[in-house]
C-alpha cells in the first residue's frame, strides 16, 4: 500500500473503532440502567441505584478485560504452535 493508502486505511480503522467503542459504550448504558434504575419519582438517582449502577459498571470493565487477556493469551498460543486463524 502506498502512503495515501495507508492513510485511508488508518482512518476507516480508527471509525471503525469508535463506532465499536461507542456501541458498546451505548448497550452498557442501556444494561445498567435497566438493571439498576427503578425510581423515576426524583431526577437523582437514589444510594441503591447508584451503588447497583458501580457494581454494574465495574463487573462489566473487568469482564471485558479478562476476556481480552484470554484472547491475547489464545491469540499467543496459536501463533506459537503455527496455528494461524484463517489458514
Known sequence: LNTQEQGELQKRMEKKQMKEF???????????????????????????????????????????????????EQNAQMMASGQIPGR
Open 22 to 72: 461507542m456501541n458498546m459504550y451505548s448497550n452498557l448504558v442501556q444494561r445498567c440502567f435497566d438493571d439498576c434504575v427503578t425510581d423515576f419519582t426524583s431526577k437523582a438517582l437514589v444510594s441503591r441505584e447508584e451503588g447497583c449502577v458501580t457494581r454494574c459498571v465495574d463487573k462489566f470493565l473487568k469482564g471485558s478485560e479478562r476476556l481480552g487477556q484470554r484472547f491475547q
